[in-house]
């Protein structure tokens, strides 16, 4: 069986489609597009434009968008009917449109599989990929889709290699159908993540560890696709042995986009003529990073705000369920309700309503008794409501301390203190509060896939990173208080100090050191630094690897860092090199030399035999330092899937250059201007030691720093004169921070070239491949 999926594409000012069925097969949608508030341009009598058709089957068409090019604000916004159908449908070319509301459009999804006969043999393999199209399109992929994995043996890439320079993946795995959660996605049997906002194109691929060989009794397909979270839910082992899983997906499951006016901020729109927003309404700004904006109808108006006369008042009086219990007054914008000559009050349902006059006398008094007693009553309200919020909030804080391990963190602090150990420090929630200013946007350092990180200053003036994380595994409260202990007394001067942490919050936060000069990763590819002599780059290897050495062998327990890379070596405001994000380390207990872990790690980096055994010991830590000093080396990225095919992993490439004489070759052309010959081999020989497949043929870090050490003493060609003034100017401005603490960083994947018209380009489609070993995360030399 081979599946193909339609893509989109664009030709001219129209949307034009290809699609193929499956064996014939034509799949329904069953995708619930039900109206709710939240689409108010619905409202009102003016949807269209005059003379346009206002629906597409039952999918409702509003301006801007329009089913006719003359309907639509422009051909960016024109929306096919397909009358064919019956129902009529609403579609981008043969995909589907199920639903367009204020902020998002709703289509249907492709999705990227891989099957495999009970030999290991791959029977049927398609990737997927959408493209929105340029600059000039209104549309963004919404971080309301989740990147899904579906299977027992697989993992998957998805990757924007044309815009954002995006890359994530997800790893599904199980060895029997017992052990699949019914509805859970966090890795057996099913992976989900999150993609961030403004992608206009995705890539999909497929891989798998073992060729579902052991497992192809009960789940001979891995399935790979984007998709609106809350409309995906995983049926556990019956979707691995689903024939039909894509149709069901598909015809359920479908891909949410948001959408905006042009490019621009409200300020710099309502300058121009073309600004679309109509009378008695306002500007919304988009919320992705590509500017845009859209339209909304003040508070009491009704209609489309696009389209003149534009949003039109609400006669609130004319409605069966006014709120006004005798009389009304509508006004623009609002309306007031009113009793008749002879009552008093409010005179709305469900207040004080109108209530009849007696005598002047008694109303006063039954005034003025009523409005003290309000007066009062609302003070003893105001005072209780926020004595027992305030009251609320201490037991609230008091339960998360005891259930974040708080008694056991005194315990162990008790304990740690009579032993003369330096104390963890445990901050409070309102120390913390105060220090992000109730963590304010503007005091964000970085994102990441495991939570965010703020720039927080104490009240001493000292400036810390406060990592506040998304989620927290309960049955591991005991090992994280341990393990903070620990790493609370690792004191070396090129390792990013853990201050302490607060455990008064829903998840615990953790303080650390704050760094204000940026990765080793950002300045290698994005800066452009002149001061990154040769000199400085083994200066700076030689203290990563120092540190690494520390808390491989000299800290109070041995600690494996397992996600070594350039983009977690951060540098001060002298450019010292500091080892930073322990977020994926592990203690080992000082009578093993490895211990048995979930996989994790960075695409790139990770060390192979880790990858296929799950044994991580300390020489995994050494291998994703090789591949660190080749980038210092060679000015190139670990992945990169823009590069030729032997050239994609640097690990890979750069062995082989060195086995075929081609080291220089390769070399950043300043590290083989200023380096001599026997030196910069010396330096190739340790980053192939390093990166040997088998861990015991690789050095210890104690040993690469020696290394390093006699490396940096080698003298530079006689004929080269010192750089003088270099380094000093090529210092960064402080603000280029905050990418400090951000998410992984990845290699770019294909780069699909594409007929553009117009300066847009919507595609998605599905294609069948077979991926070879540098598609995916493995070295060249690597088996799958």
């Not at 005598?359 to 003025?368: A, D, Q």
């Not at 003893?380 to 301390?401: D, H, P």
């Not at 005891?402 to 330096?422: D, I, P, W």
């Amino acid at each position: 069986m081979h599946l193909s999926i339609p893509f989109l594409c664009i030709c001219s000012t129209a949307l034009t489609l290809v699609a193929s069925q499956n064996s014939g097969t034509t799949t329904t949608s069953a995708v619930n597009t039900t109206t709710t508030d939240t689409h108010s341009i619905l409202r009102g009598p003016n949807i269209t434009k005059p003379g346009c058709q206002n629906k597409c089957g039952n999918v409702t068409v509003p301006f801007p968008f329009g089913i006719e090019t003359t309907c639509a604000l422009n051909p960016l916004f024109e929306i096919a009917c397909n009358t064919t159908f019956d129902p009529p449908r609403a579609m981008f070319g043969t995909l589907q449109v199920y639903d367009i509301a204020d902020t998002e459009v709703r289509i249907s999804n492709v999705i990227a599989n891989r099957c495999y006969g009970s030999n290991g043999a791959v029977i049927d393999d398609n990737y997927a990929y959408t493209s929105l199209g340029g600059e000039l399109s209104p549309y963004t992929f919404s971080d309301a889709n989740k990147f899904t994995v579906v299977g027992c043996d697989d993992l998957a890439l998805i990757a924007d290699t044309r815009g954002r320079n995006f890359t994530t993946g997800c790893v599904a795995l199980c060895s029997k159908a017992e052990d699949v959660i019914h509805g859970d996605c966090s890795g057996i049997g099913c992976c989900q993540t999150s993609v961030p906002k403004g992608l206009k194109y995705y890539y999909t691929t497929l891989g798998s560890l073992n060729n579902h060989t052991s497992i192809e009794s009960f789940d001979p397909c891995g399935y790979a696709f984007l998709g609106e979270m809350d409309s995906f839910r995983f049926n556990g082992a019956s979707d691995l042995r689903d024939p039909l899983f894509i149709n069901k997906t598909m015809a359920t499951v479908p891909i949410v986009l948001d959408w905006a006016i042009g490019n621009l901020s409200c300020q710099a729109a309502q300058k121009l003529d073309d600004y679309v927003c109509q009378k008695n309404s306002f500007c919304v700004e988009s919320d992705t990073s590509l500017g845009g904006y859209r339209c909304a109808c003040n508070k009491g108006y009704e209609g489309n705000p696009y389209l003149g006369p534009g949003c039109q008042d609400i006669d609130e009086c004319a409605r069966s369920d006014t709120e006004c219990e005798m009389g009304c007054d509508n006004y623009p914008g609002g309306f007031n309700c009113t009793c008749p000559k002879g009552y008093y009050g409010d005179g709305i349902k469900g207040g004080r309503g109108c209530i009849r006059e007696n005598s002047e006398f008694p109303v006063i008094k039954l005034s003025l008794g009523l409005g003290f007693g309000l007066i009062f009553f609302l003070v003893g309200v105001t005072w209780l409501y926020f004595s027992i919020k305030k009251r609320g909030l201490i037991k609230m804080r008091e339960k998360f301390f005891q259930q974040n391990g708080g008694a056991l963190m005194r315990q162990q602090l008790n304990s740690t203190n009579n032993g003369g150990v330096e104390a963890t420090k445990i901050f409070t929630a309102d120390e913390l509060d105060k220090a992000t200013n109730n963590y304010a946007d503007d005091r964000i350092l970085g994102k990441g896939g495991y939570g965010t990180v703020y720039k927080g200053i104490l009240p001493d003036k000292s400036i810390v990173a406060i990592k506040k994380s998304k989620i927290m595994d309960q049955s591991q409260i005991e090992q994280f208080i341990n393990e903070v202990i620990i790493l609370t007394q690792v004191n070396h001067r090129n390792v990013v100090k853990l201050l302490g942490c607060c455990l008064e919050a829903e998840v615990p936060l953790l303080v650390y050191e704050y760094v204000s000069n940026g990765t080793v990763f950002h300045h290698i590819f994005n800066s452009g630094a002149t001061w990154l002599s040769l000199e400085n780059r083994l200066r700076i290897a030689s203290e990563a690897a120092g540190a690494l050495s520390y808390l491989h062998s000299a800290a109070w327990k041995p600690i494996i860092h397992r996600d070594v890379k350039s983009a977690n070596i951060l540098l001060d405001e002298y450019y010292t090199a500091k080892i930073a994000d322990f977020g994926a380390s592990r203690l080992v207990p000082l009578d093993q030399t490895q211990v048995t872990t979930l996989v994790q790690g960075t695409l790139g980096y990770l060390d192979p035999e880790y990858f296929h055994t799950s044994q991580l010991t300390e020489k995994s830590d050494v291998y994703s330092f090789g591949v660190v000093l080749a980038e210092l080396m060679t000015g190139k990225k670990p992945i990169c899937m823009e590069r030729s095919h032997e050239e994609r992993n640097l690990a890979t490439y750069f062995i082989m250059s060195l086995k075929e004489n081609r080291l220089f070759q390769i070399l950043d052309p300043r590290v083989v201007r200023e380096g001599s010959l026997e030196q910069v081999q010396a330096i190739a020989q340790l980053v192939k030691r390093c990166l040997h497949l088998n861990s015991e043929d690789r050095p210890t870090m104690k040993e690469v720093t020696m290394e390093l050490e006699g490396l940096r003493k080698f003298n530079r060609h006689p004929w080269r004169q010192p750089e003088g003034q270099e380094e000093a100017n090529g210092l960064i401005d402080e603000g280029e921070v905050r990418d400090l603490y951000g998410e992984t960083q990845g290699g770019d994947l294909y780069t699909v070239q594409l007929n553009s018209t117009n300066g847009i380009d919507y595609l998605s489609g599905q294609y069948s491949l077979e991926l070879d070993s540098t598609q995916m995360m493995y070295p060249a030399n690597t088996p799958r």
